[in-house]
Every structure is written in structure tokens, then in C-alpha cells.
């Protein structure tokens, strides 16, 4: 593809046209969702992601709350960094969903970093698991009417964010278990999800196994990759058909998925992909969103909208990371790339009015003429 620099319009080669994009507010629905996270943690700058993150069409924005930041003292909220957030995607008419997650310093002794990331409150005491559930209270009331998603840790699969045991499929049951129980105390709407990094068959069927679907709306998974489309439509008809035995009412969402923009210098390098650059960073986008679109997912977020690099990127262990370069936007900068632009037009493209359906193509080869 070609692309002007008018943020407003795809152009497309061979005068195929271009793609007048939509703001928000002019797109009525759809099931793109642009990532937001990390603000716990003062990664980016959101000021500068408002008006263009509005200007692509995206409906749906996955904010993550960070306790540590929202309960900075015991016992005292602070929700107004989030208020800000919140109020200025709704007003561009981008509806947040919160995941909600991570620990508390204030309540976790040997913590090497304050940010607590996969610190879980069901293993410091407690205290510690009172302060969890009245945190949840807080937060669901402040934000009753404005939030009702609720994304219930952060990739809990995985060891490195479910600290200081390892991952458990029953354990995270026991947490999703306790942590709705609240949220729905408080906001009789609040539509709740379970969420794992890439697609864990053997971890999804343990939660449904321990009883976790009596407890979510949703599960959202974050199917990273370097080929998006290998092996992927079988993994999801196996995770659609354990929720038909066990939960048949749980919907599917891709709740988090990214590729960079350059090869070396970012954090994730163990996706292995290489020779990268802001075209085929674009290219990587088309075919992530689209495979999940024709797989019918509910939810389907891009992670993120801008490269993570105002604060170091560090995890529970304290080490300090290189940057995430997964943006559409470029860090610092806050201009958009290629994939920018393809995200656009994909917005506006496929909206509530688009329809799926199965298609079937037969190559037709002329043996007379190549012989």
C-alpha cells in the first residue's frame, strides 16, 4: 500500500481509490479495540494519543487500572489519572474496558519494584486479599455508568505475572471467582473477562474445569505471533468447542495483540520476527485483525496505540526491560506510522453493518495454454 501523509485517507495503489476514515463518533459500532495500557506505570503520554487514537474509527479502548497507582496510600483512592483517561475516550466516543490487575506495595513486603506487576493479593495474607476486594468496590462504584468490562488480571498463564507461585488454572478460578463477586456487588452490568497470553489450550481447560465459567462474560486471549494465521483457526474452534461443553454462554474476545515496528532495540524480540519495518509492521496488523474478524471474535484489540518508552518498562522482579515499539504511534514523537494508517481503514471498513461469510475459490490453471 501506499499511504499520504493525510492521516484522514488511505490511499491505495493502482487507482484502486482511497478509504475516506471515520472518526469514533461517526463510526456507530464495532469490534475494534485499541490498547491503552500501561498508564499505571507512566509509559506514555495519553494527551497527545486522544484526538488521532479518535480520528481511526476504533470503538473500544482496554485501559488498565494498575492498583498501586489507583490506592496510593491504605485506605485512600486516587482515581483521578483514570477519571481523565476514561472521560476523554468517551467523549471521542471510544468506550474504555478496564483491566483491572496487579499488586500493591503498600500491602506486599519484598517487592523489588512498586508497580507489584503479577503480584497476586490471594498470597500475601489477609490484608492484603481485603484490600483487593475493597479496591475493586472502590474502583467498579467510581466508574458504575461509565465502565461495565472488566478484564480480570493480566495474562495469568504466564509465571512471570502470576507471582510469587507459579501459573495455576484453579488458583486464577479463585481469583476471578472472588474479584467478580465484588464487581457485580456493586454494578448489576458489569460484563466480566478472564484473559491468558497466547492460546493456552491446557490452561483455558483447567479454569473451565475449576468452575471459571460461572463467573465471566468473556474470555479474552492474546494470541502473540509471528505468523498470525498458522494453526490458529483449529486452536480457536478447540476453545470454542471446551466453552460449548463448559460454559457455553462465554463469548470470545482477542484482547491483546502487537508486532513491531524494527527488528533490534524493543522488548520483544522473543517473537522472533526479523528484517521488520514500519510496512511490514502494517502488513502484520491487516492480517491479525482480519484472521480474527473472519473467526468471529467479539472483541478484537490492537496492543498498543503508541510506543511504551516515557518510563522504563520493568516487571515484578525489578530488572529494567528495552521499550515496547508496538505502537501505531511512534514513542516520544507521537506521529503516526505506516500501520497507523492501516488501522484507519480497517476501522471504517468493517463496522456493525459488516457481514462474514464463507467464501470458496477454485484456482482455474489452462494446461493447454502452458504447455
Not at 519494584?113 to 492484603?128: R, S
Amino acid at each position: 500500500m501506499d499511504f499520504t501523509n493525510d492521516c484522514s485517507v488511505v490511499t491505495l495503489p493502482n487507482d484502486f481509490g482511497s478509504i475516506p476514515c471515520r472518526s469514533s463518533k461517526t463510526v456507530k459500532n464495532s469490534r475494534f479495540s485499541i490498547g491503552f495500557e500501561a498508564l499505571d506505570r507512566y509509559m506514555f503520554k495519553p494527551e497527545p494519543c486522544y484526538d488521532l487514537v479518535a480520528e481511526t474509527g476504533v470503538k473500544w479502548a482496554r485501559c488498565m487500572t494498575g492498583w498501586r497507582r489507583c490506592e496510593p496510600e491504605k485506605g485512600v483512592y486516587d482515581f483521578a489519572w483514570l477519571d481523565d483517561v476514561v472521560d476523554n475516550l468517551l467523549s471521542r466516543g471510544i468506550q474504555p474496558w478496564f483491566n483491572v490487575g496487579y499488586g500493591n506495595k503498600l500491602y506486599m513486603d519484598d517487592i523489588p519494584h512498586e508497580a507489584a506487576v503479577g503480584c497476586v493479593p490471594l498470597y500475601y495474607g489477609e490484608e492484603a486479599k481485603q484490600a483487593w476486594c475493597d479496591y475493586i468496590t472502590a474502583l467498579t462504584l467510581h466508574f458504575e455508568g461509565r465502565v461495565n468490562h472488566f478484564e480480570i488480571w493480566n495474562e495469568s498463564n504466564g509465571d512471570a505475572f502470576w507471582l510469587p507461585k507459579g501459573a495455576s488454572g484453579k488458583e486464577y478460578t479463585e481469583l476471578v471467582a472472588l474479584t467478580s463477586t465484588y464487581i457485580r456487588q456493586v454494578n448489576l452490568n458489569a460484563k466480566v473477562a478472564a484473559c491468558l497470553f497466547g492460546v493456552d489450550i491446557p490452561f483455558i481447560r483447567e479454569c473451565l474445569k475449576s468452575g471459571m465459567g460461572e463467573y465471566i462474560q468473556f474470555f479474552a486471549l492474546h494470541p502473540y505471533g509471528n505468523i498470525p494465521e498458522i494453526g490458529y483457526v483449529n486452536e480457536v474452534k478447540v476453545i470454542r468447542s471446551m466453552l460449548s461443553e463448559y460454559a457455553p454462554h462465554v463469548k470470545l474476545w482477542q484482547g491483546e495483540c502487537g508486532c513491531p515496528s524494527q527488528t533490534l532495540g524493543h522488548h520483544d524480540g522473543w517473537l522472533g520476527l526479523y528484517n521488520m519495518d514500519e510496512t511490514k509492521q502494517a502488513k502484520w496488523v491487516a492480517r491479525r485483525l482480519l484472521t480474527d474478524f473472519s473467526l468471529d471474535f467479539d472483541l478484537i484489540s490492537y496492543f498498543h496505540a503508541t510506543d511504551l518508552m516515557e518510563s522504563d518498562y520493568v516487571q515484578a522482579d525489578g530488572k529494567i526491560r528495552p521499550p515496547v515499539m508496538m505502537g501505531l504511534l511512534n514513542g516520544k514523537s507521537y506521529t503516526p506510522k505506516i500501520a497507523y494508517q492501516t488501522f484507519c481503514g480497517i476501522c471504517s471498513l468493517f463496522d456493525e453493518n459488516t457481514q462474514t461469510a464463507t467464501l470458496y475459490a477454485r484456482p482455474y490453471f489452462n494446461v493447454s495454454a502452458a504447455i
